[in-house]
């Protein structure tokens, strides 16, 4: 298990707020697909469109706010990013029809997207000295919260009323705001300093993209958690449907007990490469053992799904520290936000294409589709240790006087 607090004030402060970020968090990521289905009487196939719309909008937004919280701050960027989310969350109550629900959705992902690229000079700065390890403490400390989250989503799917999904909605809001008030505990961190040379050197960075690629295929497994399972569940198995929680339940407790100890071995890009071939394999036999929980017994369905659960989230793991590992040790500190914001677009590229691929395959298709996304998943894990060593050559054949000055050891 994590410690469960960080040693150094500003620590406990991102974490304070990461924590009320992520209750709400998990009331949207366990029943918010379901809301515009069930709620909203949107059509599952609108659903993934408007949601993959969303992530190609939220693709240029994350670049673009982490180089201005290199450059202006990155407490009030990353507060600012967190009311735009609230606001935008909020509206998804007034989503009645595809548009209103493709305005709020692009609204909300963008600010996700922008939030995680400013909250990134933030980890580097009060980190520690491998901010990796904070983020893997973060993102136990995520999973806390939404494991809260999923319980309160859990009661809003087995009661199934338009007031309960709305309740859930405000509710999620609500605790954006809330997270944006706590970060002002934190001191400030003062801008970095313009450098010489181009503005934009991480989209110069043909490796990083690379890499970045790769992490954005793979970050599309996040979403056999939130948008496959939760309607292949309902859909095409007899499982119950409380089950939804209990698959996100485990999957949390699993990442709060071991993700700090899973990022802890992995310490250097090379390891974090091994990690992504690890993750591959993982997600492939999940993605199996997911498909044969069709047509049998609810008893069955739920034993198939809940391994396949536990097995996801070890390639999760995995996955997760070795994307942690990457996007640091391969970033110049003075681009920082710049750097995470362009991995950030991994993200946005699994926020858009993840969606609407998935519910195609698995859903639509059905149990032919889920061995093609696991394999999928199996060859970016093959990928990604070519990626990364010519991102390691690059590194070191490439880099700036600057960027050498920033690496090299102190005196």
């Known amino acids: 298990m994590p410690a469960l607090m960080p040693d150094s004030a500003p620590q406990r402060v ?49 670049i673009t706010v982490g180089h201005l919280a290199d450059r202006c701050g990155a407490r009030g960027v990353y507060a600012a990013t967190l009311v735009v989310q609230a606001l935008a969350t909020a509206g998804f109550v007034l989503a009645d029809g595809f548009w209103p629900f493709v305005l709020a959705v692009c609204a ?6 922008a939030g995680l690229a400013a909250r990134s000079p933030l980890i ?23 494991s809260l989250g999923a319980l309160l989503a859990g009661w809003v799917v087995q009661v199934g009323t338009l007031t309960a999904y709305q309740l859930l909605v405000i509710g999620n809001a609500f605790a954006f705001v809330a997270s944006a008030a706590v970060l002002f505990l934190l001191p400030p961190v003062k801008p970095v300093p313009t450098v010489d040379g181009p503005r934009w050197i991480a989209l110069r960075d043909r490796p990083y993209l690379l890499i970045t690629a790769l992490d954005g295929i793979m970050a599309i497994q996040f979403k056999v958690l939130t948008v496959a399972i939760p309607l292949w569940l309902v859909t095409a198995t007899t499982a119950p449907r409380w089950l939804i929680s ?8 699993i990442v709060i007990a071991f993700q700090v100890r899973a990022s802890r071995s992995i310490d250097s890009p090379a390891a974090g490469a091994v990690a992504y071939r690890r993750a591959g394999a993982a997600f492939l036999v ?33 996955h997760s520290a070795a994307g942690f590992e990457v996007s640091f040790a391969l970033a110049p500190g003075h681009a920082t ?12 590229l699994a926020e858009a294409l993840g969606p609407g691929l998935l519910i195609s395959l ?38 700036s006087p600057l960027e050498a000055a920033e690496r090299a050891p102190a005196a």
Not at 108 to 113: C, D, E
Not at 337 to 348: C, D, E, I, N
């Open 286 to 318: 999940s993605c199996a053992l997911i498909s044969l929980s069709a047509g049998i017994p609810a008893w069955a369905a739920a034993t198939l799904l809940m391994t396949a659960m536990v097995i996801h989230t070890i390639g999760e793991l995995w």
């Open 362 to 399: 698995c859903i639509t298709w059905g149990r032919p589709g889920w061995y093609v996304v696991g394999a999928l998943f199996a060859l970016t894990g093959l990928v990604a240790p070519l990626a990364v060593r010519w991102a390691q050559r690059h590194q070191h054949t490439g880099r």
């Open 337 to 348: 936000g710049q750097y995470l914001g362009v991995f950030g677009l991994g993200a946005g």
């Open 108 to 113: 909300a992902t963008g600010a996700k997207a």
């Open 124 to 146: 580097r700065h009060y980190g520690g000295g491998r901010p990796q390890e904070f983020r893997a403490y973060l993102r136990a400390v995520t999973n806390v919260g939404i």
């Open 14 to 62: 991102i974490a304070a707020s990461n924590f009320v970020y992520t209750v709400g968090s998990g009331l949207y990521l366990t029943a918010g697909v379901l809301y515009f289905t069930e709620a909203a009487h949107l059509p599952a196939s609108q659903v993934g469109l408007g949601l993959g719309i969303a992530g190609f909008v939220s693709l240029a937004v994350g």
């Open 246 to 253: 209990g698959t996100m339940l485990t999957s949390t407790l």
